[in-house]
């Protein structure tokens, strides 16, 4: 999957919308043509799965909390 600039003059797929597109996705096969999404159905979208999908935070490859209460005794 892929987000590529559009460097065709195409419309936005978002129903409702009448915007020209910016972006277009890329199923690269699974979809049998790209979407097209201008940058303001791109935002909404993007915010919208930010609420679905909220990105874990990354363990530190050392225990910082312990060498902390080691260095204060």
Do not use: H, W
């Not at 559009?6 to 978002?14: E, G, I, L, P």
């Not at 909220?54 to 490859?61: D, I, L, M, R």
């Amino acid at each position: 999957m892929q987000i590529e600039k559009v460097s065709k003059v195409t419309k936005c797929d978002f129903v409702g919308c009448s915007n020209l597109a910016d972006y277009s996705f890329s199923t690269k096969g699974i979809l049998k043509r790209e979407l097209a999404f201008c940058q303001e159905c791109l935002t909404g979208m993007y915010e919208e799965i930010g609420r679905l999908q909220v990105p874990k935070a990354v363990e530190a490859p050392f225990k910082l909390k312990s060498r902390i209460k080691k260095e204060k005794k």
